[in-house]
């Protein structure tokens, strides 16, 4: 573990990396199980499934940046465990980046 300790490591790092290969998993294993076949959406671009991730990822990157800028990661709640665990914003752009996903994947 010392030859990675430059990398600090943390729990909501852990879980990012987690849920990419997760998500990279699941996309592999959907093609595996049923190939990709392009489709026309609101861009009128055919797109894939990998593309739709992409776009997803990035407008999720470009959500989570607007909002760091422009409301802050203050804490929105505390959990009364132990001395308190505080539950900061940006959980909030998470949710709104889920729910922008799947209109992409919907809708793209």
Known sequence: ???????AWTPPTAIFFGCIVLMLSVMTWL???YPEM???GVLRIPTTRGDRLFISLILA??????????VGVQPIATLPIGEGI????LW?????SFGVAVAVFRNV
């Not at 573990?1 to 990398?7: D, N, R, T, V």
């Not at 909030?92 to 709104?96: E, G, K, P, Q, R």
């Open 86 to 89: 505080e539950i900061p914003s």
């Open 61 to 70: 990157a470009v959500i989570h940046l607007l909002w760091i800028g422009f």
């Open 31 to 33: 093609a595996l199980r």
């Open 1 to 7: 573990m010392g030859s990675i300790a430059w990398m």
């Open 38 to 40: 392009e489709r026309v």
């Open 92 to 96: 909030l752009a998470t949710v709104i």
